[in-house]
């Protein structure tokens, strides 16, 4: 019945709505027709009567916004008023297209409906209503009932044409509200989708990070189990660097979830600076990484792909460290419009499909190259496992 208004939007009708009342006023008794009425001879009473109209469809016309469904009804009570009393249609009738309006803006779908059938319907009573009340003129004036049925057709297509305006004026404002009710919600489901971007991202970070520390804890707890009696110094550096590695983890994961519980800060990423320390704790894990750079990068690259780099560069390793055999060969050529990536390590004698390759790690890798416009392919060549990445040097396409 009621609809929720701004408090701005409710006093703009209701001043508004007295504003047409003082002005349609004088207009309706400076022209004697608006007050004339052929059951009513008292001049006073006809006065009277036609300000009780006119203040009850000036109401219907301010809680139009307010509660369309009652706006009609009180018009429509006026209107039936107004034609009891056998007044001619005066200014004050403007404030129907106001209510008719509102039905088609701002009401339900079956209101739209209804005040679309009370225009057609109101113009044409309106019409044969005016030619009723004119009826002796005419047929004084035409002696004839053609006259009078013309002139009913003609008052009742005017009287439709301006109703059913309004209305088409409401339902199109009701399309223009609705359309920005889209857009509204398309920016809400953009920025969710970019939440939910920034989260996943997180959560790869976090498959990183936590992925490459545990393979280089796993892999120093075994040596030093290993060597605990035979050599003790060598236990007690493996023992050193699972705690610096661990330490290292878990400064990163504590960044990580500072950037989850505050979207809108941005920690510090790894760059191409990070990969030597990447480097030391792979041979710190007891795999001998063999890096090669040529061509050097021309430049300072974008951030985004330092990020790309190290962090598929990170997978790669942790993935030689748990599943390959023997040393890795990293190679990185930098070229003026792209980089290229080849990790290539050792496979058991008996290939078998890893978690690194149906998992979060091939994906992840894959999902960082995608990101910047690159491509990675990751597969079996021979007996080795092959990882290798185009990355273009520049803005990601849109």
Same mark, same amino acid.
């Given at each position: 019945?009621?609809?929720?208004?701004?408090?701005?939007?409710?006093?703009?009708?209701?001043?508004?709505?007295?504003?047409?009342?003082?002005?349609?006023?004088?207009?309706?008794f400076?022209?004697?027709?608006g007050?004339?009425s052929?059951?009513?001879?008292?001049?006073?009473?006809s006065? @009277?009567? +036609?300000? /009780? &109209? *006119? =203040?009850? !469809?000036?109401?219907?016309?301010?809680?139009?916004?307010?509660?369309?469904?009652?706006?009609?009804?009180?018009?429509?009570?006026?209107a039936v008023?107004?034609?009891?009393?056998g007044?001619s249609?005066?200014a004050?009738?403007?404030?129907?297209?106001?209510?008719?309006?509102a039905?088609?803006?701002?009401?339900?779908?079956?209101?739209?409906?209804?005040?679309?059938?009370?225009?057609l319907?109101?113009?044409l009573?309106?019409?044969?209503?005016?030619?009723?009340?004119?009826e002796?003129?005419?047929?004084?004036?035409?002696?004839?009932? @053609?006259? +009078?049925? /013309? &002139? *009913? =057709?003609? !008052?009742?297509?005017?009287?439709?044409?301006?109703?059913?305006?309004?209305?088409g004026?409401?339902?199109?404002?009701?399309?223009?509200?609705?359309?920005?009710?889209?857009?509204?919600?398309?920016v809400?489901?953009?920025?969710?989708?970019?939440?939910?971007?920034?989260?996943?991202?997180i959560?790869?970070?976090?498959?990183?990070?936590?992925?490459?520390?545990?393979?280089v804890?796993?892999?120093?707890s075994?040596?030093?189990?290993?060597?605990?009696?035979?050599?003790?110094?060598?236990?007690?550096?493996?023992?050193?660097?699972?705690?610096?590695t661990?330490?290292?983890?878990?400064?990163?994961?504590?960044?990580?979830?500072a950037?989850?519980?505050?979207?809108?800060?941005?920690?510090?990423?790894?760059?191409?600076?990070?990969?030597?320390?990447?480097?030391?704790?792979?041979?710190?894990?007891?795999?001998?990484?063999?890096v090669?750079?040529?061509?050097t990068?021309?430049?300072?690259?974008?951030?985004?792909?330092?990020?790309?780099?190290?962090r598929?560069?990170?997978?790669?390793?942790?993935?030689?460290?748990?599943h390959?055999?023997?040393?890795?060969?990293?190679?990185?050529?930098?070229?003026?419009?792209?980089?290229?990536?080849?990790v290539?390590?050792?496979?058991?004698?008996?290939?078998?499909?890893?978690?690194?390759?149906?998992?979060?790690?091939?994906i992840?890798?894959?999902?960082?190259?995608?990101?910047?416009?690159?491509?990675?392919?990751?597969?079996?060549?021979?007996?080795?496992?092959?990882?290798?990445?185009?990355?273009?040097?520049?803005?990601?396409?849109?």
């Amino acid at each position: 019945m009621f609809r929720s208004v701004p408090r701005f939007w409710l006093v703009f009708d209701i001043v508004g709505s007295a504003v047409g009342l003082l002005l349609t006023l004088p207009l309706t008794f400076t022209f004697e027709a608006g007050t004339m009425s052929r059951w009513i001879p008292d001049g006073t009473a006809s006065y @009277l009567l +036609v300000l /009780l &109209v *006119a =203040v009850i !469809l000036w109401g219907a016309a301010a809680i139009s916004r307010l509660s369309p469904v009652l706006a009609l009804g009180v018009a429509w009570f006026g209107a039936v008023v107004q034609m009891a009393c056998g007044f001619s249609p005066g200014a004050y009738d403007l404030a129907i297209l106001a209510v008719v309006f509102a039905t088609s803006a701002w009401g339900s779908v079956r209101l739209l409906w209804i005040g679309g059938a009370s225009a057609l319907g109101g113009g044409l009573l309106a019409g044969i209503y005016m030619s009723l009340i004119n009826e002796q003129a005419l047929i004084q004036d035409a002696e004839t009932g @053609l006259r +009078v049925a /013309l &002139v *009913a =057709v003609l !008052l009742g297509t005017v009287s439709v044409l301006t109703l059913v305006m309004a209305w088409g004026g409401g339902l199109l404002w009701r399309v223009v509200l609705r359309g920005r009710r889209t857009r509204e919600a398309q920016v809400r489901a953009e920025a969710v989708a970019v939440a939910e971007q920034e989260r996943v991202r997180i959560a790869r970070d976090m498959h990183d990070v936590v992925a490459h520390s545990l393979a280089v804890v796993i892999a120093q707890s075994d040596g030093a189990r290993y060597a605990a009696a035979a050599d003790p110094a060598q236990a007690t550096a493996a023992l050193v660097t699972i705690g610096q590695t661990a330490r290292a983890a878990l400064s990163d994961v504590r960044l990580l979830l500072a950037q989850l519980r505050h979207s809108e800060g941005e920690g510090p990423q790894p760059t191409l600076a990070d990969l030597e320390t990447l480097y030391a704790q792979v041979r710190a894990a007891g795999v001998e990484p063999r890096v090669t750079v040529d061509p050097t990068p021309p430049g300072e690259p974008p951030a985004s792909i330092q990020l790309a780099v190290y962090r598929i560069l990170q997978e790669a390793l942790t993935n030689a460290i748990r599943h390959g055999t023997g040393d890795v060969d990293v190679r990185l050529s930098w070229y003026a419009d792209a980089v290229h990536l080849v990790v290539r390590n050792g496979v058991p004698a008996t290939p078998r499909q890893t978690s690194a390759e149906r998992g979060h790690g091939l994906i992840g890798m894959r999902e960082r190259a995608q990101l910047v416009g690159g491509t990675l392919v990751a597969e079996h060549e021979g007996s080795d496992f092959v990882v290798s990445a185009a990355l273009p040097v520049g803005p990601a396409p849109a």
